[in-house]
C-alpha cells in the first residue's frame, strides 16, 4: 500500500496544518464564544470551496483525515480538540466534504467533567477526530 | 410566574448528573444532583412554590434554607439563560 503522502510533503503538510490549527486555536482565545459558533454553524468559507472531481474528493479526504488523525496524536500546547475539529471542518468544507461539529461533555477517570469537541462524517458515522469514550461522556449538539 | 426550561438549550445526563449548554452564549453547565432534580422537575412548566414543594417532599431539607438554596439556583439559571419564565395561561 502506498502512503497517503510521501517525505517531505507529509511533513510539510502536517507542519502547515498545524500552523492552520494553532492559528484557529488563537482565535478561539480571542474571539466571544457566541461569535465563534456562528462562524462554525455559518461556514463563511464555502464561498471558496473547490469543485473537485469524486474521485480527487476521496483522495484529498484520505489526505484530510491522515493529517488529523496525525495531528490528534502528536498536538501539544496550543491545540484543543476544538481547534483541531474546528481547522478540520475547514478543510473538508474547502474540499465539499460533508462533515458534523459535534459539542459534548466527557467526564475523566477522576471525575472532573470537561466540554469535548469532535468532527464526523455524517454518512458514515466514521470518526475525522477522537468522539467521546463509551459510558464517560454525553452529546449535547452538532451542526 | 411560571418557570420552564429554555427549548434551546441543550442537555444530557451524564453519570445521573445532566450537562447543558447554551447554544446562544456558548456556555456549559454542569449541574449537581440537586441541580439535576430540578431540571428534571422543570419538564413542564412549574411555579416557583410548586417546585419548593417538590423538592421538600423529596429531600429532608429545612424549608427556609431549600427556598433560599432553590430561589439562588433559579436566578443563576434565568440569568444564564437556561430557564425562562412564563405567565400562567
Same mark, same amino acid.
Given at each position: 500500500?502506498?502512503?497517503?503522502?510521501?517525505?517531505?510533503?507529509?511533513?510539510?503538510?502536517? @507542519?502547515?496544518?498545524?500552523?492552520?490549527?494553532?492559528?484557529?486555536?488563537?482565535?478561539?482565545?480571542?474571539?466571544?464564544?457566541?461569535?465563534?459558533?456562528?462562524?462554525?454553524?455559518?461556514?463563511?468559507?464555502?464561498?471558496?470551496?473547490?469543485?473537485?472531481?469524486?474521485?480527487?474528493?476521496?483522495?484529498?479526504?484520505?489526505?484530510?483525515?491522515?493529517?488529523?488523525?496525525?495531528?490528534?496524536?502528536? $498536538?501539544?500546547?496550543?491545540?484543543? @480538540?476544538?481547534?483541531?475539529?474546528?481547522?478540520?471542518?475547514?478543510?473538508?468544507?474547502?474540499?465539499?466534504? $460533508?462533515? =458534523?461539529?459535534?459539542?459534548?461533555?466527557?467526564?475523566?477517570?477522576?471525575?472532573?467533567?470537561?466540554?469535548?469537541?469532535?468532527?464526523?462524517?455524517?454518512?458514515?458515522?466514521?470518526?475525522?477526530?477522537?468522539?467521546?469514550?463509551?459510558?464517560?461522556?454525553?452529546?449535547?449538539?452538532?451542526? | 410566574?411560571?418557570?420552564?426550561?429554555?427549548?434551546?438549550? @441543550?442537555?444530557?445526563?451524564?453519570?445521573?448528573?445532566?450537562?447543558?449548554?447554551?447554544?446562544?452564549?456558548?456556555?456549559?453547565?454542569?449541574?449537581?444532583?440537586?441541580?439535576?432534580?430540578?431540571?428534571?422537575?422543570? =419538564?413542564?412548566?412549574?411555579?416557583?412554590?410548586?417546585?419548593?414543594?417538590?423538592?421538600?417532599?423529596?429531600?429532608?431539607?429545612?424549608?427556609?434554607? @431549600?427556598?433560599? =438554596?432553590?430561589?439562588?439556583?433559579?436566578?443563576?439559571?434565568?440569568?444564564?439563560?437556561?430557564?425562562?419564565?412564563?405567565?400562567?395561561?
Amino acid at each position: 500500500m502506498t502512503p497517503l503522502l510521501r517525505w517531505p510533503s507529509r511533513l510539510i503538510a502536517y @507542519c502547515l496544518f498545524s500552523l492552520l490549527d494553532h492559528g484557529i486555536w488563537m482565535l478561539i482565545q480571542l474571539l466571544p464564544g457566541p461569535k465563534l459558533l456562528k462562524v462554525a454553524r455559518q461556514r463563511p468559507w464555502q464561498t471558496w470551496q473547490l469543485r473537485l472531481t469524486p474521485a480527487r474528493q476521496r483522495h484529498w479526504r484520505h489526505r484530510v483525515a491522515w493529517l488529523l488523525r496525525t495531528r490528534c496524536r502528536r $498536538a501539544g500546547w496550543g491545540s484543543t @480538540c476544538l481547534s483541531r475539529s474546528f481547522s478540520g471542518r475547514m478543510l473538508f468544507d474547502l474540499l465539499g466534504v $460533508a462533515n =458534523e461539529l459535534h459539542l459534548g461533555m466527557s467526564k475523566f477517570s477522576d471525575g472532573r467533567k470537561v466540554p469535548h469537541a469532535w468532527l464526523r462524517d455524517p454518512e458514515t458515522g466514521r470518526l475525522y477526530t477522537p468522539g467521546l469514550s463509551p459510558g464517560a461522556g454525553a452529546p449535547l449538539t452538532q451542526f | 410566574m411560571l418557570l420552564n426550561r429554555n427549548p434551546e438549550i @441543550c442537555a444530557a445526563e451524564l453519570d445521573g448528573e445532566v450537562c447543558l449548554f447554551n447554544p446562544q452564549s456558548a456556555v456549559y453547565l454542569n449541574l449537581n444532583s440537586t441541580g439535576s432534580n430540578i431540571w428534571n422537575l422543570l =419538564e413542564a412548566p412549574t411555579a416557583l412554590d410548586k417546585l419548593i414543594s417538590n423538592l421538600q417532599a423529596r429531600y429532608a431539607v429545612d424549608a427556609d434554607i @431549600c427556598r433560599s =438554596e432553590t430561589e439562588s439556583f433559579v436566578s443563576e439559571a434565568l440569568e444564564k439563560g437556561m430557564l425562562l419564565q412564563s405567565q400562567p395561561a
